[in-house]
């Protein structure tokens, strides 16, 4: 047998052919979805907030050999690394300079104090081109962060708009990139929503016995995160079902529909009225055997 | 020469394929010569079948000139060892769904070898790719009823008697049970339609929680 170009073989070139240029347009089709740009974009923004952090923490602590008390009066990383970029060594520091960014005269003036008896070490021509570089990169990181936040906000209320509406932007941004995309979401079960991003914890629950998680991702949710300790895994229940609910009507009708998210405060409300009180413990059961026979749960994964 | 050769390596066997698009890379493998052509390595840790050949598999089982239908070709590393040992006058159908990673699949080894015929499709709808009977069925799909998913494509692909190579990946059919019970469970499916289970190939140390079962479909 060879490559002989009989008719078999002709025919089977034209069908290997008509194959490629088949697969090619799937291929094009999948990859032009909006959801999977959604994907994309919130993943960009998880990663530029780690990126931002790294880079503005360690900006600021190489400034700080310079000028140490700066970062103890300037809270918010990113307006330290402006300062750090615009400004840069401690002599460079004025009123004027410090001015129109949003801190009280009182503040600049405690600012040019702290520079005049700081106990920061000489810093050389060199060094600080560096450290201005990477509070320049800080900068631009936020802005960045920024420009994705907003994306990721408009475009889920294009492609998501119910599960935007009930999940919030970036958090439903988050669920769909854990499923794999809005078709993906749309067939999950409203139990597998509510744990998504606890994976670790629910397989340890299903190897070892111990409780299962009560929430993944959705913890984020400031519904989750706000309520007490004992409400929140019915609240993540409750909304994991709305989101599923949600998910569906996004994919397959496309119309926003606010009934969802009503249903879902209702519910909440009732949650919150129900359960107001912390539930009676149960009398201590440790160190005894469980009801089954098998050896007490080990501390780590007790019942609190 | 054989399209598939052993060498033994620091007391290791390491395998190499006849390359059937000479001086093209599909992963950044190595090329060599030998005997006046070239040949791709072929490492078992990166493909399951080439595990099961060094863990005992019958060479001669993907022979030249084998028609083949192969399920969850991903970006086409095994696929392109399998096209460059059924050689020119064989043919390798591969099927994969997702399109991110088809896309890899197409551009560097579809369009490169012209015994591969790609299809973007679900395993699950036979229909979509069925354009001719094949002698050998390789399935290696992650999904719990992969095994199904296997007799469905043999039941409309495979010729009588053909062989079927089904890659069982413990963890994706039940994360808790034993893997040597999934391995004795799935084995048990094949048998009671009909497949005659000639060996199953347990892929350790190259894979964890994988074996291959090779069997026979019913004649």
């Known amino acids: 047998m060879s490559g002989a170009e009989t008719p078999e073989t002709q025919d089977i070139e034209a069908l290997r052919q008509r194959s490629i240029a088949a697969a090619e347009d799937a291929i094009r089709l999948a990859s032009s979805r909006p959801d999977l740009h959604l994907v994309q974009a919130i993943q960009a923004l ?8 790294i880079t503005a923490t360690r900006a600021s602590e190489w400034y700080g050999l310079h000028f140490p008390e700066l970062s103890q009066m300037v809270q918010d990383n990113v307006a330290l690394c402006k300062i750090i970029f615009e400004i840069g060594g401690r002599g460079s520091y004025s009123p004027e300079a410090l001015s129109g960014r949003g801190f009280t005269e009182k503040k600049v003036a405690a600012m040019m104090e702290a520079r005049d008896r700081s106990k920061g070490g000489e810093i050389s021509e060199g060094d600080l081109a560096k450290v201005k570089s990477l509070g320049a990169l800080a900068v631009q990181l936020s ?7 907003d994306y990721v906000e408009s475009q889920m209320k294009k492609t ?6 009930v999940a919030g932007a970036t958090i439903g941004a988050r669920l769909m990139a854990k499923a794999g995309g809005l078709d993906r979401l749309a067939i999950l079960p409203a139990s597998t929503i509510q744990i998504l991003g606890a994976e670790k914890a629910l397989f340890r629950s299903l190897r070892t016995g111990a409780r299962p998680p009560k929430h993944g991702i959705l ?7 706000t309520a007490p300790k004992w409400q929140r895994g019915k609240i993540a229940r409750t909304l994991a079902n709305k989101i599923a609910i949600a998910a569906r009507v996004d994919y397959y009708r496309g119309s926003e529909d606010a009934t969802i998210k009503a249903g879902l405060d209702r519910r909440l409300e009732g949650i919150r009225e129900r359960y107001k009180e912390p539930p009676q413990r149960k009398p201590e059961r ?3 055997p469980r009801r089954d026979g098998r050896p007490p749960r080990r501390e780590k994964f007790r019942r609190r | 020469m054989s399209r598939l050769l052993r060498e033994e390596r620091l007391g290791r066997t390491a395998l190499l394929t006849q390359n059937l698009a000479p001086g093209k890379r599909v992963y950044n493998e190595d090329l060599v010569r030998r005997g006046g052509a070239e040949y791709r390595t072929w490492d078992p840790f990166r493909s399951k079948l080439a595990a099961a050949i060094i863990k005992g598999l019958p060479d001669t089982v993907v022979a030249e000139g084998t028609k083949v239908l192969y399920l969850g070709a991903s970006t086409g590393t095994t696929v392109s060892h399998v096209s460059d040992l059924v050689g020119p006058g064989g043919m390798v159908i591969g099927v994969e769904f997702s399109p991110r990673v088809a896309r890899e699949f197409v551009e560097r080894v579809a369009r490169e070898r012209k015994n591969v015929i790609p299809y973007v499709a679900d395993a699950r709808d036979p229909s979509k790719y069925s354009v001719a009977r094949v002698d050998l069925v390789y399935c290696d799909i ?9 007799i469905a494509n043999c039941t409309a ?3 009588p008697g053909g062989t079927l190579l089904l890659v069982v990946k413990a963890r994706s059919i039940d994360v808790l049970k034993d893997p040597e019970k999934v391995f004795k469970d799935e084995k048990g499916k094949l048998e009671g339609r009909g497949f005659e289970v000639l060996k199953v190939f347990e892929l350790s140390p190259f894979e964890k929680d994988h074996a291959l079962i090779h069997a026979l479909a019913p004649r």
Do not use: C, S, W, Y
Request: hydrophobic share 40%; charged share 30%; aromatic share 4%.
């Open chain 1, 46 to 53: 998880d990663d530029t907030d780690k990126f931002l952090n």
């Open chain 1, 143 to 149: 802005a960045l962060r920024g420009v994705l936040n």
């Open chain 1, 160 to 165: 998501a708009p119910n599960v935007a509406e």
């Open chain 1, 219 to 225: 913890f984020q949710h400031q519904a989750v995160h």
């Open chain 1, 286 to 288: 440790r160190d005894r």
């Open chain 2, 142 to 150: 992650a999904q719990p009823d992969q095994t199904e998913i296997a």
């Open chain 2, 157 to 159: 692909m495979l010729k």
